[in-house]
Structure formats: C-alpha cells, structure tokens
C-alpha cells in the first residue's frame, strides 16, 4: 500500500511548515553552503542556486508525489524567513513508518526551531497522517542533534557501527570523508507526552542520505 502526503502547512507559535517555493533559493543555497550543513550532511559543496532550484522545483515534488516523503520549508511566523527545512524519507506506508531530517539555518540556531520544526511534524504525522513510528538518525559526534531528538521525547534504540560518512574541511578548502557511527532514534505516538514543555534550545543535524 502506497499513500501520498498532502500539500500543506503546518503552523506553530512562532513557525510555519510549509512546501517549498522558488522564491526560497538564494535562501536555500545560502543556508546549504554552511561549514556544519556540510560537516553532518551529504549535502554536495559548494551548493550552489541552480541545485537548490532543482530540488525545490523537481525533487521535492517528485518524492512527495511518489510517496517516498516529503520536504517541508520551515520559516519564521512574523518575518517569513526560512530558518530551516524539515525532510520526510523512505516512507513506509504500510508500516506508517517514515524517517525524520531536518537543517537549521546557522543564523536561526540557538532558538530551539529544531525541536519546534520537528515536534509539530511529529504531531501532524502521529495525529492527522496516523503513523506510527518516526526514525532519525544522527551521527556519533553530534551531540546538538542527540539535545533535539532526546527533548522531542524520541528513545535511542542502538548504535550502527561505522554506518555514517562525515565530512572534515582542510584549511585549503577542500573536504574529506571520515567514517562514524549513526546513533539510530525512535519516536512513537506515546513517546510524545510532555515533549512540548521540553523543547530544545540547541539546534543540530540530522544526517541526510538522499540529495538532489
């Protein structure tokens, strides 16, 4: 059985989750370019504007419409500003399983948008979607990513060994892989009781595997 997401928004107190529009490219690109988005993620560097439209207008569409998942812009309330992305991958339908990712932008960490993004994504799934299970993972050395998945209420359920790449810049620019681990996360419907009078203050990443 394969289900396909809905196009829609998602409101907090201070966020709107929302999809993705070719008027968040400079924004994207420029968030994507960051030192730690390309420590913690797959994301290519340089990650330029005409890879951020690829995926705002074809790739995203594509997942969502396949019911592979889905990719949602996370912008502030009162300003419009994109803070962040929320990503929904490798979607199990008949399970109602899906795993969880998400980047913050380097000038919106530090407010909590992550636990904030991801909570209310959660929320929706467990409630309106009726899943029951949401997987992230984070890697080893991530201990920002580690605040947001425990404040969320989600339960580490284990250590894959040597399964996650990240990547260390030299001081001539260029990167290189470093193998670690993942640690492997999961939220259920009852995970989340209490979880909103919790939320992170720490904003981290989730390790992407799937890029335009």
């Known amino acids: 059985m394969t289900g396909t997401f809905p196009n829609i928004s998602i409101s907090t107190e201070r966020l709107v989750l929302r999809p993705l529009d070719e008027d968040d490219v400079p924004a994207l690109a420029e968030m994507m370019n960051d030192e730690q988005v390309g420590a913690w993620t797959d994301v290519p560097q340089p990650y ?7 995926w705002v207008t074809q790739y995203a569409p594509t997942e969502r419409e396949a019911g ?3 990719t949602f ?5 009162l300003t419009q500003r994109l803070v962040g992305i929320v990503q929904l991958t490798k979607t199990n339908w008949h399970v109602r399983s899906t795993e969880l990712s998400y980047i913050i932008a380097p000038w919106a960490r530090g407010e909590g948008y992550a636990s904030e993004a991801t909570l209310a994504t959660a929320q929706w799934l467990f409630t309106d979607q009726k899943f029951e299970r949401i997987e992230l993972r984070t890697a ?4 920002a990513s580690q605040q947001v998945a425990q404040k969320i209420g989600c339960i580490s359920e284990g250590v894959l060994r040597g399964a996650c790449i ?4 030299a001081d001539d620019g260029t990167w290189s892989d470093v193998r670690t681990d993942f640690i492997v996360w999961s939220l259920l419907p009852e995970d989340l009781d209490g979880a909103g ?4 203050d720490t904003d981290g990443f989730t390790t992407y595997s799937d890029w335009n």
């Open 48 to 54: 330029g504007e005409e890879q951020a439209h690829g």
């Open 197 to 200: 009078g919790q939320l992170a």
């Open 140 to 143: 080893a050395d991530n201990t």
């Open 68 to 70: 592979r998942g889905i």
């Open 166 to 169: 990240a990547h260390v810049r």
């Open 73 to 77: 812009a996370v912008t502030e309330f």
